[in-house]
């Protein structure tokens, strides 16, 4: 079961919040003989997550599918979706935040309401080093957002409390909410548009100043109407020049479409977060700043 885009809803009545966490999306089919960890495209990911595959000792019960976050935390405290996704096991540990049940001892759980699915789950799982249960509140989403907001992290999932696990189904009895953040950034390029983009651009390339350098930060690739993407390519285009302004240069896949500019401009984007390596996530297009 998957959540639909949104926003907070107009009442809290019949609604439950849980934090949305930056991971792998993950099932984990256990029994007593070993625990299989499913990704939702159905591959097998148990050998990624040998310390995840012990879950089996916090069960109550003979077998159970469980529903979760596979999770890696960085030195800050936080969840990483770059560690998720580059991970050195020796260095940083995942953890399986589980929030659902789908079946216990071969009987399924789907369609029990949601607040009967969580007091199940805390029933049939003890917490363990590699695995948890994180809370849930009945009511108070906006309070709950904001202190996600001011812990840096992406956002909330509203879940109605009477709605039953549709399995396969992107459903709006799940909402996803996530918190953008606005930066400011500097326009160095732009890579070759196509299709309906062909006269304009495909996306911006951007930095943001490290020291007295300009570091490369990704790209930036939504958020435009057609007006605005005609505006700026007026507004880039006698910027052009030969000299890359990125230090150090961004990748070779990234110069091979580009065209440099003079960094005269400066834009306001919404970002999930900075990568690791420096990168926007997630990256969507506001306004050009002395549009303000």
Not at 35 to 51: C, H, N, V
Not at 209 to 217: K, V
Not at 251 to 272: D, F, G, Q, Y
Request: include cysteine.
């Amino acid at each position: 079961m998957k959540a639909t885009l949104g926003s907070l809803p107009a009442h809290d009545d019949g609604w439950a919040y849980e934090i949305k966490w930056d991971g792998h999306r993950t099932l984990a089919h256990i029994d007593a003989e070993r625990t299989r960890l499913q990704t939702t495209s159905g591959r097998d990911s148990s050998e990624r997550w040998p310390e995840v595959t012990a879950i089996g000792r916090g069960l109550n019960a003979s077998t159970a599918i469980l529903d979760g976050e596979m999770l890696v935390i960085g030195e800050d405290g936080r969840p990483s979706f770059d560690l998720v996704q580059r991970r050195d096991p020796s260095v940083h540990a995942a953890v399986f935040h589980v929030f659902d049940v789908l079946s216990i001892d071969g009987t399924d759980t789907v369609d029990l309401a949601y607040l009967d699915r969580r007091r199940l789950l805390e029933q049939v799982l003890e917490a363990g080093d590699h695995w948890a249960i994180p809370p849930h509140h009945v009511g108070g989403g906006a309070d709950l957002l904001a202190a996600t907001a001011a812990q840096q992290l992406e956002g909330l999932i509203a879940k109605r409390v009477d709605s039953t696990y549709r399995v396969g189904t992107r459903t709006k009895d799940w909402l996803k909410i996530k918190n953008r953040n606005r930066v400011d950034v500097v326009i160095g390029g732009f890579s070759t548009g196509a299709g309906n983009r062909s006269g304009t651009f495909g996306s911006l390339l951007v930095g943001v100043h490290n020291d007295t350098r300009l570091r490369f930060a990704g790209g930036v690739g939504t958020g435009f109407t057609q007006a605005t993407l005609e505006r700026l390519t007026a507004l880039m285009r006698p910027l052009t020049t030969t000299t890359c302004p990125f230090d150090p240069e961004p990748p070779s896949a990234v110069k091979r479409t580009a065209t440099w500019l003079r960094p005269e401009l400066t834009a306001t984007i919404e970002i999930a977060e900075f990568t690791n390596d420096g990168h926007v996530r997630h990256a969507s297009f506001v306004e050009l700043k002395d549009d303000r």
